[in-house]
């Protein structure tokens, strides 16, 4: 007989009071599927920032907001808000979609946490100072607590397995997936000097794991050899580390070569992917990468590292090269300009990889997850 009483789930959301990059795609695009796909089996509890960042979410059973500031909340929300909102609504089972547990639960809370990367362990020196202390200082106590351990790739549950071994038993690798871009526009309307077919395309936020310092290298290497290399075209947003990549690009001397577009609207980006000759993603770490994903729902071929998560994303749509080695950049880069069967090749193997990664199927899986942990929660606290 199928017990009548809801779940109650508590769901950290946070993340929805700034852009956080991938991090915050990620609960955008997972958590309303999650919600709408429940009716009335799912009670749920969202712990926010404010309500407003909650505005596209279905309503909610209970709605809790602490009002903290996005930064000093990172750090606050999982000692003071997020164990006293548990102990008032006592959840069966609590999600923390981004690395961090609360310090405490109730005894009776199944934990459920979604680890992206490790970065703090195998890439510091890419990360913030603040960000790599509290991942360092809190992840582990996390995966140690937690009931079950969602990680986004393969790559990074091998890497929770490695560090913890204890933890293994409890992972459960669901991919994440990127969500459908509008249709694209004219190309002439971002760049009149860019043709169709005739760029290599650098979507992410500037930083240090993004390795654009040796991309540009590698590309000014290329360029040497082969004078009608493709221009770069980098899309993303202002980042951090101190990069500064106009006097790289003017080092390099490749003014006129590389096009810097910053933040661009989804439409723009539309319109990149759909007439880029690849994506290059070079980057030094990454747990799952969605540039890589929307490349493919675009049908490109991908030029990618051949470390992390990147090859299993890219698959046989990937072209992998060496990210600490800029020759190997930038052979990557001439083989694809040059060779009309790889990109061919690559291209045809985009679609089928891309049907991997679906965030319907992410939000079914997530659920059965928290089902599943609630329920194992039930049956540990039954025999205590």
């Not at 590698?218 to 500064?244: D, F, M």
Request: with cysteine; hydrophobic share 40%.
């Amino acid at each position: 007989m199928t017990d009548p009483t809801p779940l109650r789930v508590a769901v950290d959301c946070s993340l929805l009071s700034s852009r956080n990059g991938g991090l915050g795609r990620y609960l955008r695009a997972l958590l309303p599927r999650m919600m709408v796909n429940t009716g009335d089996e799912i009670e749920w509890y969202l712990y926010a920032r404010s309500v407003s960042a909650c505005a596209k979410l279905p309503d909610p059973a209970r709605l809790r907001q602490d009002h903290l500031p996005v930064h000093p909340g990172r750090i606050l929300s999982p000692i003071l808000s997020l164990p006293y909102w548990c102990w008032l609504d006592k959840p069966d089972a609590f999600w923390a979609p981004a690395h961090r547990l609360p310090l405490w639960l109730p005894a009776s809370t199944a934990g459920v946490v979604t680890i992206h990367d490790l970065a703090w362990a195998r890439a510091p020196e890419t990360l913030r100072h603040s960000t790599r202390l509290l991942d360092r200082n809190l992840m582990g106590h996390s995966v140690a607590c937690a009931e079950r351990v969602i990680s986004v790739s393969e790559a990074t549950a091998g890497d929770i397995a490695t560090r913890w071994p204890k933890a293994q038993p409890r992972i459960s690798v669901i991919h994440g997936a990127a969500e459908a871009l509008p249709p694209p526009g004219p190309l002439a309307d971002i760049n009149p000097q860019l043709k169709k077919g005739g760029y290599f395309l650098f979507v992410g936020t500037p930083e240090p794991r993004k390795n654009l310092p040796r991309l540009l290298e590698g590309y000014a290497r290329a360029s040497k050899t082969q004078r009608n290399l493709p221009p770069l075209v980098i899309a993303g947003g202002h980042g951090w580390g101190g990069e500064n990549l106009r006097a790289l690009i003017n080092q390099q001397e490749l003014n006129g070569r590389i096009h810097l577009l910053g933040s661009v609207p989804d439409t723009q980006l539309a319109t990149l992917y759909a007439n880029a000759l690849c994506l290059v993603m070079p980057s030094l770490y990454e747990g799952f990468g969605l540039p890589i994903v929307e490349a493919l729902q675009a049908g490109l071929p991908v030029i990618t590292s051949n470390t992390a998560s990147m090859p299993e994303v890219a698959g046989p749509a990937g072209l992998l090269i060496d990210p600490l080695n800029t020759s190997s950049i930038a052979v990557g880069l001439q083989r694809i300009a040059q060779d009309s069967s790889l990109r061919t090749q690559l291209a045809n193997a985009a679609g089928t990889q891309a049907s991997r990664f679906c965030w319907d199927r992410a939000a079914e899986q997530t659920l059965a997850v928290l089902r599943e942990a609630a329920s194992a929660k039930r049956k540990t606290s039954s025999r205590n």
